[in-house]
Every structure is written in structure tokens, then in C-alpha cells.
């Protein structure tokens, strides 16, 4: 171990971040193993690169920001329809087709103890976002005669609560092989002085690196080979916490193909041009996503002469990918984008500091920031009410309750 404390001190004292091995010596030996395998493994270029991009402001002046064209399912006509679904029909009922869900976070915003999936959402039934999805997936697997492969993206926080509650589930009647759990990659988190923080376990504190980081874990974890070995072509990626999400949508994988593009996304019509959605965009002439936190108020508020908002197709992270495309954005960095974040740490005292307001910056890029690595997707527009119910705070907009009157608005239950 004191081959490997040097080599971790000299890495730090050229980075100036010496103060992580303070406590050192308080640590056990497990824990002092884990902090020098960290580390010795942290890029710290990427890292210093990441803490001075906080200081420069996002700005598109350089960037042409165009509106980017949809097609609106509720505008199709019967022949359309059925061109597409057909088309998608087909893909399905070979077996080319899975399905990704984005689990990694925890429903510390609900006020649950446990991974988001877990959350019971008040049905009468009981039933946890997690068999909501799974019943929906069973009712495709019936009807294409198929079993989609379902792929869950954990993280190290709930992996093995994730798991745990499948099995005492029994699966929720899936067949449990067709269900592959992998785990989200984290970076480390910096104070406002750029320095990295130590958590309450004595290593150094890291947070996830955003649902962008999907394609890197799919790539490491072996998910995408796995894709390939079963003959799987088209993967639909989203998030755990849409409770009326169509995972299986023949519509936009019918609509993906027709176009011969590598992807495809759903919109819903943004509600104003304050809501805290990121909209779809064409940058410099690339299919792309403008977030909430990064538009401009004349962008946001820009209206076309039928007094739509120009900018105005929100990105709910519904996102269809050819395996291929997954395949080559997972060989790829996506850029990273900074977020202000309250933290826990240790301090160098060893006293544990509990921050109250934001004091470290949590970096993660996007999933959408793939699209500009495509020459082109398709947008397909869906009805707010019959696809977008998410699950995302304890009260108010996008909450338990809200997304309770949804679901059971559209499946008609009293």
C-alpha cells in the first residue's frame, strides 16, 4: 500500500488536490484501498477541464438555432398510419426490437427511501412504476408473439436494492432472462474552488454522469454486445419515471425506418415558454436539444405567425436508437454540462459539513447531445395526455398525484 500512497500523493500534488489523503489515516484498510484506486484512476485533465468550463456561459452566438421539422401522429391519416405501423409491426415481430429504461436515481425528491422504480405510485392495485412498466412490456410481448429484451440502467447506489426487489417480485411475471441490469457511470464532484469532496465513507464523492452516459455504460457493461448477439436492431432508451410512457411505439419505429434515419423522438407541444423542458432544435443544420437551463428568453418565447411557440417541440425522453447509432456514440465523449448541486462532504478536519444551499458542481451530459452526431432524426408529436405522465416531485407539477390523474384518466379508471 505504500507503493501505491506515493504514486496517489504525486498525482494529487500535481492536480493540487493533496487535501484528499488528510484523513488518511483514520481510514480502515478497506477504505483506504477504495480512496487509492480512486484516485489513482480519476482523470484529473478531464476533471480540471470540467471545473473551468463552469466559469464560461453557455452561449449560442456562434450557433445557428433553427426550428426542427416533426410529423404530428394525430394529423396522420388512416393510410399513413398504417404505413408506419406496419413497418414497425414487422421490426417487432422478428425480435429486432428492446427496451432501455434509465433507473439510476433514487426517490429522495418523493420522499422515498429507495430506487424511483421501487416508488408505489397510489393505485388502487399498489403497484410500483417498475410493474407498470412491466405490465406494459407483457402486454407487447403478448401481442407480438415476441419477448423484448428489457435492459435496466442502475447505478452503484440502488443496484442491488434494484435487483433485490425483481426477485421478490418474481419479475413481475417477465421472463427473467430476457431482463439484463447494468450499472450508470458516476464522475466525482468539485467545490466552488474546484476541489474534489470527500463523502461520509471516506471516498471521494461522485455523483452520476447524467442519462447521456447511457451509451458509455451500454458499451462497458456489455450491454450493446448483447444487443447484437440476440439480433436486436432498434432500442427504445427512457427514463423509469414516466408512468405512461409507450415504450413500444410501432408508430415511431415504422417512422424511423421510412425516413432511413438512425433515430427518432417524441415530442409533446412545450405548455409555455417558461416550462423547465428542453426543446428540439436544429444546431447548425444537426438534429439537436436546446435544455431549459441554456435557452434564451427570446428563443424561449419566439412565436411563429400562427402564434405557436417556434421552439416549442419538448423533449421528453422518449428516444429510439438504431443499435448501430448506439454502437457509435458509445465510442464517442459526449460534452458535459455543469449543474449548481448542494453536497455532503467531509471536511479537512474531518467534520462532516451539511451544506445549505448550493456549494459543489455535479457535471453530466445529455442523451440528446448524441442526436448531433446524427445527420438526422425523426420527431414524431404525441398527445401530452396519453404519453407523458412523469413522476418527478413530491407536490405540484409532474408529482405522484398528477401523474396518478393521468394514468388513470387514459386507462379510464374511476
Known amino acids: ?12 500534488k500535481k492536480y493540487n488536490q493533496e487535501h484528499l489523503l488528510n484523513n488518511f489515516e483514520n481510514l480502515s484498510d478497506e477504505k483506504k484501498e477504495k480512496l487509492l484506486d480512486q484516485i489513482l484512476t480519476i482523470d484529473f ?8 468550463s463552469t466559469k ?15 410529423v404530428d401522429k394525430s394529423a396522420l391519416s388512416e393510410d399513413e398510419l398504417k404505413k408506419y405501423d406496419d413497418l414497425g409491426d414487422n421490426e417487432i415481430k422478428q425480435g429486432k426490437y428492446a427496451v432501455v429504461t434509465m433507473a439510476g436515481g433514487q426517490g429522495t425528491r418523493l420522499g422515498h427511501n429507495g430506487p424511483k422504480g421501487t416508488f408505489m405510485l397510489g393505485l388502487e392495485n399498489d403497484k410500483s412504476i417498475f410493474e407498470i412498466l412491466a405490465d406494459s412490456l407483457n402486454a407487447n410481448n403478448e401481442k407480438y408473439g415476441v419477448i423484448i429484451p428489457w435492459y435496466i440502467m442502475t447505478s452503484r447506489e440502488n443496484n442491488d436494492q434494484t435487483e433485490n426487489f425483481f426477485k421478490e417480485n418474481n419479475y413481475f411475471g417477465y421472463d427473467s432472462s430476457a431482463i439484463i441490469f447494468f450499472k450508470q457511470g458516476e464522475l466525482p464532484m468539485c467545490s466552488e474552488q474546484g476541489k474534489l469532496l470527500i463523502d461520509e465513507n471516506g471516498a471521494i464523492k461522485e455523483a452520476a454522469d447524467g442519462h447521456g452516459g447511457i451509451f458509455e455504460s451500454m458499451r462497458r457493461n456489455g450491454v450493446i454486445f448483447d444487443m ?11 427514463p423509469v419515471d414516466n408512468v405512461l410512457v409507450k ?3 410501432s408508430t415511431l419505429l415504422g417512422l424511423a425506418i421510412d425516413k432511413k434515419v438512425l433515430a427518432a423522438g417524441k415530442s409533446v407541444v412545450k405548455a409555455g415558454p417558461k416550462e423547465k423542458v428542453g426543446v428540439f432544435c436544429k444546431r447548425n443544420g444537426k438534429p439537436g436539444v ?5 435557452i434564451t428568453t427570446d428563443l424561449a418565447e419566439a412565436v411563429n405567425e400562427k402564434g405557436e411557440l417556434v421552439f416549442g417541440e419538448s423533449h421528453i425522453n422518449c428516444n429510439l436508437f438504431n ?16 449543474a449548481h448541486k448542494k453536497a455532503k462532504y467531509i471536511d479537512e478536519n474531518g467534520q462532516l459539513i451539511v451544506p445549505e444551499k448550493p456549494n459543489a458542481y455535479k457535471f453530466e451530459s445529455f442523451i440528446f447531445d448524441a442526436f448531433d452526431m446524427l445527420e438526422d432524426m425523426a420527431i414524431l408529436r404525441v398527445k401530452r395526455e396519453e404519453e407523458f405522465a412523469p413522476v418527478k416531485n413530491a407536490e ?9 390523474k393521468l394514468y388513470k384518466d387514459f386507462f379510464g379508471i374511476k
Open 290 to 294: 436546446v435544455e431549459y437551463t441554456e
Open 396 to 404: 405540484g407539477t409532474d408529482s405522484p398525484e398528477t401523474a396518478r
Open 56 to 70: 464560461k456561459e453557455v452561449s449560442f452566438a456562434n450557433d445557428k438555432i433553427e426550428p426542427i421539422e416533426y
Open 1 to 12: 500500500m505504500k507503493e501505491k500512497y506515493e504514486a496517489a500523493m504525486n498525482c494529487l
Open 247 to 249: 415504450m413500444v411505439d
Open 323 to 338: 443499435v448501430k447509432a448506439i454502437d457509435e456514440v458509445s465510442k464517442k465523449k459526449l460534452p458535459y454540462h455543469c
Open 45 to 52: 485533465d478531464q476533471i480540471t477541464e470540467l471545473y473551468e
Open 228 to 238: 447484437q448477439t440476440r439480433g436486436v436492431e432498434w432500442a427504445f432508451i427512457g
